[in-house]
């Protein structure tokens, strides 16, 4: 049977057979988790997590998302490893997608103002430049790593702008998220506990610099509006700040190149799709929602059981682990007809690509801002783009990753 809690299965591509067994014999079923290996300062730790409800059905995971007050965040923190110790788990609950309200809505009520429509629409012009000229260097070169000068290189260029941070320090920001996010990759974490912490330390020392800078000398970007901003009467500590930066580093770099990876593959591979676009570039949206649907950058997020409840006729007891499967809600027949399809003109598409509830992706509309202008600038070239090796894909339980996608302009055959 296919091992959902294995990152080495997704090393394979995402196991949508096994998604789809589940979704209909048992749509809250237990999985028994693999023993990890973890390298540390004491040597080798061998680690077997407790095990966990797999929710797979849409309905199932938009239940859990919108009761927070049975399935919690903050318990045991939102990712599938649990936390080795209890000041492990103190330091999580300091990450929004760690946290229950009060604490959540706090800190999510100071930074939300700057992801709203009406806060990112004025950055429109600027990533349209940025995604123009990165497509322009590209189809240039020819033949390229479409996660390494286009998917990964958008979002970073952005992300700076947004941070107000040199675009020379990106390569930082790309260098922490891989080694976080792909902690069980060989290329990155490789399950080094050292590398884990080293990254944080690097990435904290360099945030707080960037808050001292911003306090004596603020300017017109989100950092500088974080640091000065006010909530209840108090501003946020450099903790805080760390966390949320961190997350704003993570989630505004990692989902948004995995998007872009996964999208790129997935119009190479339907070449009736990508036409279908090209010729109709009022799709745009649309595309954007269903390759969201199709990709679904991140694959899950734990709750943790309150109290003994009943999910979809399945009985959980007060403290179990609960993971919501997104990608696979994202292809349920009862909402999505033909789900294995991609249908770039799908409507409706409710898809759960970036969570629903109270944990609803903050950088939702950034995200959709970015895909919809880099596909606007490649469209022109897309019947062009061949593949010109094998992807090479993430091994993570967390994040649907292409690490690397080598393509080529055929202009040929355009």
Known sequence: M??????????????????????VADPVSWVEEPELIRHGDTGVRRHRGTGYWAVTT??????????????SSAEKGAFLADPRTQADLERNRRLLVNMDDPA??????????????????????SVRAHADALVARVVRAGEVDAVAELAAELPLLVLADLLGMPYADRGLLFGWSNNLVGFDDPRYGGGQV?????????????????????????GDDLISRLVLAETDGRRLSDAELCQLWLLLVIAGNETTRHLVSGSLEALIDHPGERDRLVADPSLVPSAVEELLRWVTPIMQFRRTARRDTVLC??????????????????RDAAVFPDPDRLDLGRAPNPHLAFGTGPHFCLGAHLARLEAGELLSALLPHLPALRRAGPAERMRSTFMNAIVRLPVRFDTAAH
Do not use: C, Q
């Open 313 to 330: 006729g399945r009985r959980i007891a007060a403290g179990d682990k609960v993971i919501l499967y997104y990608i696979s809600a994202n």
């Open 104 to 125: 959540h809505a706090r800190l999510r009520r100071t930074v939300s103002a700057a992801f709203t429509p009406r806060a990112v629409e004025p950055l429109r012009a």
């Open 2 to 23: 296919t091992l959902l809690a294995d990152p080495a299965t997704y090393a394979r591509g995402v196991p949508h057979a096994e998604f789809t067994r589940r979704r």
């Open 194 to 218: 050292e590398v884990y912490r080293r990254t944080f330390a690097e990435a904290f020392a360099y945030a707080r610099e960037l808050f001292a800078g911003r306090r004596r000398d603020p």
């Open 58 to 71: 849409h309905a199932g995971v938009v239940e859990a998302s919108r009761d927070p007050g049975t399935f």
